[in-house]
C-alpha cells in the first residue's frame, strides 16, 4: 500500500497570502487529521476529518480551515498568513479514527513564510 | 494546552545502555497512549501503544510503561543502537482527539 502523500513538500509565502496544502490518505483510509509542528512546541492538533466531515478540532485560529472529499483526499487552508504560521504541517491517515486506531503521518509540507 | 509534556528536551546515551524517555500528562480521561519516532524530513511513525488498562507493553526492545496514579509514561529502548537516534513524541488519545508531547532527541553515541 502506498503510504500517506502530501503536496506540496515546500513552500514559501508572504505575510497577507493563502496556502492550501493536500493530503492523499492511505487506500482505504477514511480519517484525516492535520497537525502543526513546530520547535518547542511539538505536534499541535489543527482538525481532524472522516466522511467529508470536520469531527474534531484543536484550538486555532479561523484562518485554519480545511476539508474532505469523498475519495477522503483532504486539504487545508491558510488564509493571511502570518509569520507564525511557518511551520512544518503534517497529516495523518487512519482506517476510522477509532480509539486504537494507529494513524499513519505523511511526510509533511514545510511552509516558510517571509 | 499543554496537556502532554516532554519535559526533557534531549537525551544522549551510550550504543547498548538502555535509553528511558519520559512523558507526563494532566488529563485523567486519556485512556489511550502511543510512541511516536520521527527522522528529520520524515513524519513520525508509530512505535509502541498502551491502553489505559495495562500498566506495560512490550515489542522487542520497546518497553512502554503507564503509571497512572502518577500520570506518567515512559518509554524504555534496550538495547540502544545509533538507529534509535531521532525524535520521540509521545502521544496521548480520548477517542479521536490525539495529544502530543513536544518531543524528546535521542542521540545514540556508538
Known amino acids: 500500500k502506498a503510504g500517506v502523500t502530501q503536496t506540496p513538500r515546500y513552500l514559501i509565502k508572504t505575510r497577507g497570502q493563502q496556502v492550501t496544502l493536500s493530503c492523499s490518505p492511505i487506500?482505504?483510509?477514511?480519517?484525516v487529521s492535520w497537525y502543526q509542528q513546530t520547535p518547542g512546541q511539538g505536534l499541535q492538533f489543527l482538525f481532524e476529518?472522516?466522511?467529508?466531515?470536520?469531527?474534531n478540532k484543536g484550538n486555532f485560529p479561523g484562518r485554519f480551515s480545511g476539508r474532505q472529499f469523498s475519495n477522503s483526499r483532504s486539504e487545508m487552508n491558510v488564509s493571511t498568513l502570518e509569520l507564525g504560521d511557518s511551520a512544518l504541517y503534517l497529516c495523518?491517515?487512519?482506517?476510522?479514527?477509532?480509539?486504537?486506531?494507529?494513524?499513519?503521518f505523511g511526510p509533511g509540507t514545510r511552509l516558510t513564510v517571509l | 494546552d499543554q496537556q502532554v509534556k516532554q519535559n526533557s528536551p534531549s537525551l544522549s546515551v551510550q550504543e547498548g545502555r538502555i535509553s528511558i524517555l519520559n512523558c507526563d500528562y494532566t488529563?485523567?480521561?486519556?485512556?489511550?497512549f502511543l510512541w511516536y519516532k520521527k527522522y528529520p524530513a520524515e513524519g513520525p511513525t508509530f512505535l509502541i501503544s498502551?491502553?489505559?488498562?495495562?500498566d506495560k507493553n512490550e515489542d522487542g526492545r520497546f518497553t512502554v510503561f503507564l503509571n497512572k496514579s502518577a500520570k506518567h509514561l515512559s518509554l524504555h529502548i534496550v538495547p540502544s543502537q545509533p538507529g534509535d537516534s531521532a525524535v520521540y513524541f509521545c502521544?496521548?488519545?480520548?477517542?479521536?482527539?490525539?495529544?502530543f508531547g513536544a518531543g524528546t532527541r535521542l542521540t545514540v553515541k556508538p
Open positions: 495523518a491517515s487512519s482506517a476510522a479514527g477509532g480509539w486504537t486506531d494507529t494513524q499513519y
Open positions: 487506500s482505504g483510509h477514511r480519517s
Open positions: 476529518y472522516f466522511s467529508e466531515t470536520q469531527r
Open positions: 488529563n485523567s480521561m486519556f485512556d489511550y
Open positions: 498502551i491502553s489505559s488498562i495495562k
Open positions: 502521544a496521548a488519545k480520548i477517542g479521536h482527539d490525539m495529544r
